[in-house]
C-alpha cells in the first residue's frame, strides 16, 4: 500500500517545507484544494520540481470544465488529477481525456456521493485511474464521525480505491487489511511536531 501525503496548507512555501520532511517516507504528494486555490498553478509546478521522482496529485475536485481543468493541471506538472464523483459523467469523461493525452491520470473524489461503492464501479468504467472514499474535514468534525464506513465502502466497490478521511497511524492498518492500495494523511503528518517523524511511523504501520 502507497502512503499519499495531503499537505493542506495555504502558502507554497509551507508546502515545500513540509513536502521536504516528509517525502523520504511518502509516494504521493497532494496539493489540498485550499492550496491550488490560495497560490494557483505555480504551486504544482514548484512541488513537481523539487520532487520529480514523486507522484504529484492536485486535488482540484473538479466539477464542471473537466478537460479543460485536468489539461491545465497536467501542463502545470500535477501526475494525478481529482474530479469529484458527483459531476456529470460528461465531466469526468472530458478529464480522463486530458489524461490520456498527457500520459496521466484522473482520480474520482467521492466526498459527498452517498453510494460510494456504486458510483466507483461507474466512474471506473469512464476512465478514472482509481478511486477516493473520502471524508473531508467537516464531515470528520462532526459527532460520532468513524473511518468504517469509507472503508466498507471501498471493500463493496471491487475496484481500486484510496482512503483519506482522519487516516493515522493507530487505523492505518484497518485501511490497509480493506483492501486499498493508497492510505491519505493529511493532519497526522503536517500537524505533528516532527513532520519527518509522522511520516516515517506511518510508513513503518504499513505492513
Known sequence: MKLQFAIDTLTTEKALELAAAAAPHVDILELGTPLIKSEGLSAITALKNAHPDKVIFADLKTMDAGELEADIAFGAGADLV????AADDSTIAGAVKAAKKHGKGIVVDLIGVADKAARAQQVIGLGAEFVEMHAGLDEQAQ?????????????????????????????????????????????????????????????????
Open 143 to 207: 459527532e460520532g464521525y468513524s473511518l468504517d464506513s469509507l472503508l466498507s465502502d471501498g471493500e463493496a466497490s471491487g475496484v481500486a480505491f484510496s482512503v483519506a478521511g482522519g487516516v493515522n497511524v493507530s487505523s492505518i492498518g484497518a485501511v490497509q487489511a480493506s483492501g486499498a492500495q493508497i492510505a491519505v494523511a493529511g493532519s497526522a503528518i503536517y500537524s505533528a511536531d516532527n513532520v519527518g517523524d509522522a511520516a516515517a511511523q506511518l510508513r513503518a504501520a504499513i505492513a
Open 82 to 85: 481529482t474530479v469529484l464523483g
